[in-house]
């Protein structure tokens, strides 16, 4: 009669870990990569950048000076957040700002 063998603490960690959503993202990331490096191999590196890599340059370029452009007050903002929590009274005001913030959440 065969027994299981019971995997590991050590195991179960890795085997979540290989499939979160950090690890699938890393996992398209490389895929994406080694489809780059594939079509390099395959078309040559000045091919590659004409036709590939210029043309999602061009699509993608005018979208992400558009988006740029609208995310200028958010940007500021933000730079305000980190500026104010530069000091322990700005920590402390934010901190405050913050559980108010939440508070009104939790009421509605």
């Known amino acids: 009669m065969a027994t299981r063998a019971r ?4 195991s179960k960690k890795l085997a979540r870990a290989a499939v979160s959503p950090a690890a ?3 996992y398209i990331a490389m895929a994406g ?6 079509a390099i191999g395959i078309f040559g590196p000045r091919r590659f950048q004409q036709q590939i890599l210029q043309p999602i340059g061009a ?4 979208q992400a000076e558009r988006l740029w452009s609208e995310a200028q007050p958010l940007r ?3 730079g305000g957040l ?3 929590a530069g000091n322990e009274a700005g920590r402390e005001k934010l901190v405050r700002s913050f559980q108010s913030w939440i508070g ?3 009421a509605t």
Request: hydrophobic share 40%.
């Open 24 to 26: 699938k993202a890393a």
């Open 76 to 78: 500021t903002q933000l």
């Open 7 to 10: 995997r590991s603490p050590r």
């Open 33 to 38: 990569a080694g489809l780059a490096a594939l």
């Open 82 to 84: 980190i500026e104010r």
């Open 59 to 62: 699509s993608v370029s005018d």
């Open 104 to 106: 009104h959440f939790r």
